[in-house]
């Protein structure tokens, strides 16, 4: 273990940023200025929350007040300090872990969610400024002394200043000009669209054609007859979670692909435990039809997945778990090969035997899970976790015609930030609703 790796700072590098792994270029300027501006949030809305304290007392008149402008009777005070605490507790935190990644010698990126609410949280400033001036102005007309006056109005211009010019600083992807804006992600159906259908059933798959994904992204293992099939699951729980294996086999503990012969694997169903554990609260959703569908779900052959996306242009990107890369790699190209599938419309992730795809299906895109990799074997496609790369390298890969695709992205303020940054393309548990988005959530200037 490094001395950049011990468990201390590990884990307050992880908590404010998010990236695990020692960052190798720190981009010290404007992580001083997100320094800056938690920093200055984090003085305000500790001086505010101190007014609205001192003011409690007073709660009744503020309510009052409220009511008579807005003739709605509502607990205003309660709203203001409620929303004052979880600001306040938001900033002081981030505020924390910036000290402490300071302490360590840390660089200070700040993570993908914390760069979504910065815009916000400089209105926010900009807000809290405002409400305070009207107690600086009091206090400088009380202050007697005339260089206690100049103070005040020193520290009060210098900290608008600051958060006024600190969004030129700000990293935000979608602090952009709208006509700059990247062409909408790509979407790829994450087990096919696991929140309308059991995943990794031709039904998830059937359903993320109707979102328009432009790849099926899947699991490879082979069975005891060397039949590829698709399921995630390759642990001692292996077809546990997705199947009624317990109930068809009682007696049997089946812990690898190779136990259950294609045979044995087709006489299971997997697709009723979506309709009994309803994984993402949405089989209420679902018609009628659809339910009876769902629940008539076997494991399906990757042969049968490759001819459907060959039918509708759709590329196929997975991953291999085999504990025999080198005859599971084998078996599994020829059956690519087999099914006639366009080979450009593979999307070839394994790493272990890339040599040897290359050489037998030259057509396959190679895709690399790495940059490094992708630069010594001059690929152009990479297919990383999404919090992997700064809105910054992102672009700079764009901008060198990499192909970059970031999973698992399922919420909208994600999926926005990373259009505004420009990744080609997502995969997702939530292609229905990004399919309809014609625009991000909000793209600022
Ligand atoms: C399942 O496969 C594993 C690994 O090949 C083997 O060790 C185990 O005995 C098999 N179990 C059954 C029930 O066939
Ligand atoms: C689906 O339904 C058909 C008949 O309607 C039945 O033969 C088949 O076994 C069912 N499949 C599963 C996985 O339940
Ligand atoms: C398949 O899709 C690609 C783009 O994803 C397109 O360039 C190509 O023309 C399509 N081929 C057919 C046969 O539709």
Not at 245 to 251: A, L, T
Not at 315 to 326: A, H, P, R
Request: charged share 15%.
């Amino acid at each position: 273990m490094s001395p950049d790796d011990s468990w201390g700072r590990v884990c307050s590098r992880g908590l404010y940023s998010c990236h695990w792994k020692h960052a190798s270029t720190p981009k010290r300027k404007r992580a001083l200025c997100w320094f800056w501006v938690v920093g200055v949030v984090s003085l305000l809305s500790l001086c505010w929350m101190y007014v609205c304290l001192a003011t409690f007392n007073d709660r009744d008149d503020v309510n009052w007040e409220g009511f008579a402008n807005l003739k709605r009777w509502v607990n205003w005070f309660m709203v203001l300090i409620i929303m004052s605490a979880v600001l306040t507790s938001y900033c002081v935190l981030l505020l924390l872990f910036a000290l402490v990644q300071v302490a360590l010698g840390e660089p200070l990126n700040l993570h993908w969610l914390h760069q979504a609410t910065a815009p916000f949280l400089q209105l926010g400033a900009v807000a809290a400024l405002t409400l305070l001036s009207v107690f600086v102005f009091q206090g400088f007309h009380v202050a007697e002394e005339t260089w206690s006056k100049f103070l005040i109005a020193v520290i009060f211009v210098t900290l608008s200043a600051a958060i006024f010019l600190c969004p030129l600083y700000i990293q935000s992807p979608c602090l952009i000009e709208t006509s700059k804006l990247p062409e909408k992600p790509k979407l790829f159906g994450h087990r096919g669209a696991p929140m309308l259908a059991p995943e990794n059933t031709m039904m998830s798959f059937n359903r993320s054609i109707a979102c328009g994904v432009t790849a099926f992204e899947t699991d490879v293992q082979l069975s005891k007859d060397r039949v590829p099939f698709l399921m995630h699951d390759n642990n001692p729980g292996f077809l546990r979670r997705t199947t009624n294996v317990k109930e068809k086999f009682p007696n049997k503990e089946f812990s690898h692909s190779s136990n259950l012969t294609w045979e044995e694997l087709q006489s299971l169903n997997a697709g009723e435990w979506f309709l009994k554990t309803d994984p993402y609260s949405s089989v209420s959703n679902l018609s009628e039809e659809e339910v009876e569908t769902a629940g008539n779900q076997s494991i399906p052959s990757l042969l049968q997945l490759l001819q459907l996306a060959g039918q509708h242009n759709i590329s196929v990107l997975f991953d291999l778990y085999s504990s025999n890369q080198e005859n599971d790699t084998v078996d599994t190209v020829n059956t690519i090969l087999s099914s006639g599938i366009e080979p450009s419309l593979v999307l070839w992730l394994p790493p272990t035997k890339r040599e040897y795809v290359n050489k037998t299906a030259p057509g396959f895109t190679q895709i690399y899970d790495n940059e490094r990799d992708m630069v010594n074997e001059s690929g152009g496609h990479l297919n990383v976790k999404y919090s992997k790369f700064s809105s910054e390298e992102i672009r700079g890969l764009r901008s060198r015609n990499v192909w970059v695709n970031l999973w698992v992205v399922n919420e909208g303020w994600l999926f926005s930030l990373l259009w505004c940054a420009g990744a080609s393309s997502v995969t997702t548990n939530s292609c229905h609703l990004f399919k309809e988005m014609d625009q991000p959530n909000w793209v600022m200037i």
